[in-house]
């Protein structure tokens, strides 16, 4: 079903080719494998068992991580109502409802469809957002959902979670059993750390780029259908100043997930890193909310609760 949050045609072009990119390359990193390790079956049936994982399970995963459980409309009555007028105005399926008991301020969305996905916050981020921030926060997850850009930044991240697993698994067990190895096993060992690192770091430029782009589409989206960029840009001003307060040690769990997250869990505004980032720089987001409160004609300028 198509919803009614504003159509971005340059996100679907740059998730087809991202996908297609890492699906050349998937190709690639299973041919490689199974000409280094001699044995098509043990890779075929390793890496499909993980994709069908990741992609059926990947919910439940980051919910687990994240400490997030789901919430009834009694629970958090006034999360609900938001939820539910959001996804009336936008012609899409209600997700399921969850909150995370963290004080860090912060929401995801997660999920393979708009029929099986979740939106998440924090508890942190409920105490310290208006409800106007609030409702532009949460639109910002539901346009994840609307297009299907969780689904596709589970399955594009899946190459690089398995390169990287594949590159620990041989690294431990070089170390640990590296004395009863010969040279032709270690030779393997070697190939296959070397095309898992090399894959890894293709895949993780990849997913960088398209991830930064779809949360400035997200936030586009989420402006244009609530019609109040400047709530949403002082969401995202509050969010960001106090997830820099937080010390680095106490937000390490959560970077996992930042491609998932509203704004990342990083303690400061990056430097030469924001070209690794998973979002864009809090100016360029703010910048673009200023332009399109702009074209809209709202009263407010961005970065002012309302």
């Known amino acids: 079903m198509q919803s009614r949050f504003a159509g971005d045609r340059r996100l679907t072009v740059r998730m087809s080719v991202t996908l297609f990119l890492l699906g050349l390359l998937y190709v690639a990193f299973v ?36 400490h997030g459980r789901v ?16 996804c ?4 899409m399926p209600k997700p399921v409802v969850a909150v995370s008991e963290m004080d860090m301020p912060n929401a995801f969305a997660t999920g393979r469809n708009p029929d099986h996905a979740v939106v998440c916050v924090t508890t942190g ?10 409702e532009g926060v949460l639109a910002h997850e539901l346009s994840h959902v609307a297009h299907k850009d ?6 594009a991240s899946f190459l690089g979670v398995i390169a990287g697993l594949i590159v620990r698994f041989a690294f431990y067990s070089q170390v640990l059993g590296g004395g009863r190895r010969d040279q032709n096993t270690a030779a393997v060992f070697a190939a296959v750390i070397g095309v898992a690192a090399t894959v890894y770091a293709i895949s993780f430029l990849l997913i960088r780029a398209l991830s930064r782009y779809r949360e400035l589409a997200a936030d586009r989206a989420a402006a ?10 002082s969401a995202l001003t509050k969010v960001s100043g106090d997830i820099a307060r937080i010390p680095t040690k106490d937000l390490r769990t959560a970077q996992a997930f930042n491609a998932f997250y509203f704004t990342p869990a990083t303690g400061s505004e990056p430097g030469i890193e924001r070209y690794f980032s998973t979002h864009p720089t809090l100016q360029q987001r703010l910048e673009q909310l200023g332009r399109i409160s702009t074209e809209l004609g709202e009263a407010q300028a961005p970065g002012r609760t309302t």
């Open 88 to 91: 009336a105005i936008a012609d």
């Open 224 to 233: 244009l259908l609530t019609g109040r960029p400047s709530a949403l840009a």
């Open 31 to 66: 041919a490689a494998l199974i000409v280094l390790l001699r044995s098509w079956v043990l890779v075929v049936v390793l890496v499909g068992a993980m994709a069908v994982a990741q992609f059926w399970f990947s919910d439940k995963i980051a919910m687990f991580a994240m």
């Open 71 to 86: 919430v009834e409309r009694e629970e958090y009555p006034e999360l609900h109502a938001v939820v539910d007028r959001l």
């Open 125 to 134: 981020l409920l105490r310290r957002l208006e409800p106007a921030e609030l």
């Open 150 to 155: 969780v689904a596709v930044i589970t399955v």
